[in-house]
């Protein structure tokens, strides 16, 4: 049971702290492209580099740490639900170029953001 909670507080976290900065972003840049989405995502992939190799590698943190931080928070935080739902409305409307670029700045730029936090990381 304390399991589930950890994961819902910190899923809870994590979707107010991605609403919080994804539509911030969005009122900054008034653009097609979802460059909120897209710093959520990276940002989100990258911290959960640092977490896996801190919490499940190094043992820095209490293992519980775990569901609260990369399956609660991080968990909510990344909006590849988000992404998938920006990129059909996209490619619906016509934007196929803008939906190629979007899908491959994202895939490309997460999965390299997390190899590069796990290797920083790995340094400590």
Not at 9 to 14: E, M, N, Q
Not at 54 to 79: C, N, Q, R
Request: aromatic share 12%.
């Amino acid at each position: 049971m304390k399991h589930l909670l950890f994961i819902a507080l910190g899923g809870a976290l994590g979707a107010l702290a991605r609403h919080g900065l994804g539509t911030g972003v969005h009122a900054l840049w008034h653009v097609r492209f979802p460059v909120g989405t897209l710093l959520v995502n990276v940002l989100g992939s990258f911290l959960i580099g640092v977490a896996f190799v801190l919490i499940t590698e190094k043992g820095y943190f209490h293992p519980d740490w775990k569901s609260v931080l990369m399956v609660g928070f991080l968990g909510a935080f990344t909006t590849f639900s988000t992404f998938s739902l920006e990129t059909v409305s996209l490619f619906d409307s016509g934007q196929w170029l803008l939906a190629l670029g979007y899908m491959l700045s994202s895939l490309t730029a997460c999965v390299v953001a997390a190899a590069v936090a796990i290797a920083l990381t790995r340094m400590l």
